[in-house]
């Protein structure tokens, strides 16, 4: 009885550790799903150094507008709203964050965000946006950076960084594992004319280009289109057993013959990407298969059954038919039957002559 009791706690013992080990990898794998950094859309102190968490202004201590939480077009974001009177109109706009928590970015791909501008005529091919991000708490010091040009319209503009594009520009060290602080600049040409400009920035995110399912953007898109093209699939797989006309036969010709038209149906219905990605499924192969395999076994049954005579069953003839069973009968001696009667009927008219006359010589 011990030892049943041992080998039950040795079992339970061996299923608990296993159960513990799946445990830990469905967490490893559900930790290494996604990783996203969403920075809050918050203001806390507006100064140009210092350690105050949050979005701030580095150009306010010079009196430039300080960075505030607006609502702009239905969406908040943080900025202001800057004058152009003053000679650096453009490069007054700064938008720095910092974090006393910091952050790996080992595994991040793309750096997105909003930003509004009010009017997209001020900021022309000559500017430029320099976003940079460092782990020293501070601008310019274990940097890495880039600048980007984009186009903007008047409102809100999605912009995507890929973050391989940031290079190191300070001679300290990038520390990728301990991100702490983000500053992004509005460079360029100034503008004089005493107009305001506002400008806002939104839903800045760092993230390793995974969805909530842990897919990238392609893998989420593609799984989008094979959800569509998958009623045609479906379809096809019903007759992928039929790879030649040998699996046909005239039980199944019908069903499988409906069953194509149903697919070409459904194939026509899709747009050219999903039409793309139907065939990279190979969906396209299977149908022409089925299709040219049924091609061939009618053809095969069109050879194997033989043509009807011309004079099956009989019918109306020229009278030298026979009874219906495909003969002529051409009569014997035709001709010499008719030289016969040609040549008696002479013989009469000579005799005839003949005996006028003898009588007329009598007389």
Known sequence: MKKVISLLLVALLLLSLITTAALSVAAEDEAKTQVLYEIPNEVAANQKDGKSEGWRNSKVDSNKAPL???????????????????????????????????????????????????????????????????????????????????????????????????????????????????????????????????????????????????????????????????????????FKHIKSKDHINADNLASIKELIAQAYELYNALNEEQKDLFTAEDGFRILKTAERAVEKYEEEQAELTPPPSDNEGGGEGNGNEGDGDGTVEIPENNGCQSALTIGATMSLLLAAAWVAFAARKKN
């Not at 974001?77 to 152009?84: E, I, K, Y």
């Not at 910092?98 to 005529?121: G, K, N, R, V």
């Not at 890929?162 to 360029?188: M, Y």
């Open 68 to 238: 505030e939480v607006m609502e702009l077009d239905g969406q908040v974001g943080v900025g202001g709203t800057f004058s152009g009177a003053e000679p650096n109109y453009f490069n007054t706009i700064r938008f720095l964050y910092y974090t006393a928590t910091p952050l790996d970015m080992s595994e991040i791909i793309y750096i997105d965000f909003d930003l509004y501008i009010s009017d997209s005529s001020k900021y022309t091919a000559d500017n430029s946006i320099m976003v940079e991000i460092c782990s020293s708490g501070r601008q310019d010091a274990s940097e890495i950076s880039t600048g980007i040009k984009p186009e903007l319209k008047e409102g809100w503009n999605h912009i995507r960084i890929d973050f391989s594009t940031l290079k190191s520009g300070s001679s300290e060290p990038f520390d990728i594992t301990a991100w702490n602080f983000f500053r992004l600049c509005i460079n360029g040409p100034y503008d004089t004319q005493g107009s305001e400009l506002t400008v806002a920035l939104a839903n800045l995110v760092f993230w390793n280009g995974l969805n909530e399912e842990g897919l990238t953007e392609e893998e989420a898109a593609r799984k989008e289109l094979m959800a569509t093209i998958q009623p045609a699939l479906d379809k096809v797989n019903e």
